[in-house]
């Protein structure tokens, strides 16, 4: 089985050593936030054939990912710099430093190991087209040679993203939009020729309207992808986790509304003062990342959108 860690949260930026605690004692545990089901995931090596890391900030991790190629483990690390205003990612780490452990980590592992996320595009005053064009022109030419893919994908603008995007544009004091289809296939266009010019192919993620010449289907957590990092096989069936998702049969063991980083177009987190609280609360030797509490039952329940990353 492949382990994601995690689209639910940023483990490396923020629980690291929960992870090494739980590798080290070959498995941790995970509540479905559904049905409050408690399951327990394998960490051992026989039994997982790879990880893939989500984070916005690997720099704390690096010793981390040391220890996962020690043990054997190969790993795909899905790298999100976007590069946005603090109105929009409240506390992200600087971009020139996440590019930074971006190429480290290829130094270290190879540039397959690297994928990066120009992912959520957001349109507002602050994030124009002519910022993403010039934004991502910027970024891309400095990651060139840390990775050979870049994915993108538009707003999904859920009742919690209009919400948490209408507080932020309030407060900070700026608009934003959801164009229309042709409008972020244009932009699309052009990120695409520039991605081209820095040796960087596109994916787009689970947006399949979005497709155009040059442009393929994003498989986040791609059996492929670690196929080439480990130098064999491994073969996982295509088990999505949202309509036109084309991610490999997975495991994810983080935990909603835990990650502090306060982007206000995320779909993993209803507010970030609940993130806040959960992150306090965290426990980095306990089997859960975020243990049950049923004081967050009702959170977790209003938080989960119709067919958003169904939970086994």
């Known amino acids: 089985m492949i382990i994601s860690a995690s689209y639910k949260t940023d483990i490396p930026a923020f629980y690291g050593r929960w992870f090494s605690n739980r590798l080290k004692a070959g498995y941790c545990k995970t509540v479905n936030p559904l049905n409050r089901r408690v399951s327990t995931v394998s960490l ?3 039994d997982v054939d790879g990880f893939v890391f989500w984070s916005k900030n690997v720099e704390p991790f690096l010793p981390q990912l040391d220890d996962v190629r020690s043990k054997g483990f190969p790993f795909v690390l899905q790298l999100t710099i976007n590069g946005y205003p603090r109105a929009l990612e409240t506390s992200v780490v600087d971009a020139a430093r996440a590019i930074e452990s971006a190429h480290n980590v290829a130094s270290a592992f190879g540039t397959n190991v690297v994928v990066w ?10 994030t124009t087209p002519e910022f993403h064009v010039d934004n991502f022109s910027a970024l891309a030419a400095a990651m060139k040679g840390a990775t050979n893919e870049v994915v993108v994908s538009f707003a999904h603008v859920y009742d919690k993203t209009r919400r948490n995007l209408n507080e932020s544009a309030a407060r900070v004091g700026f608009e934003w939009s959801d164009p229309s289809d042709n409008s972020k296939r244009a932009l699309l266009a052009r990120l695409t020729r520039i991605a081209n010019d820095n040796s960087l192919r596109v994916s787009v ?30 073969v996982a ?33 209803q507010n970030r003062d609940l993130a806040m609280s959960r992150f306090r609360k965290h426990d980095p030797d306990s089997d859960f990342l975020f243990a049950p509490d049923e004081s967050h039952e009702k959170a977790d329940r209003a938080r989960m959108q119709p067919g958003l990353f169904d939970e086994s």
């Open 237 to 269: 069936k295509t088990k999505g986790n949202r309509d036109e998702c084309l991610c490999s049969e997975s495991r994810d063991i983080g935990a909603y509304d835990t990650c502090p980083h306060g982007c206000v177009y995320c779909y993993a987190v």
């Open 44 to 46: 051992r090596r026989d």
């Open 117 to 126: 996320r120009y992912d959520t595009i957001v349109f507002s005053s602050l």
């Open 205 to 234: 993620c689970s947006q399949k309207s979005y497709i155009i010449d040059g442009v393929s289907e994003a498989r986040c957590i791609d059996a492929s992808r670690l196929s080439l990092v480990a130098g064999c096989r491994i």
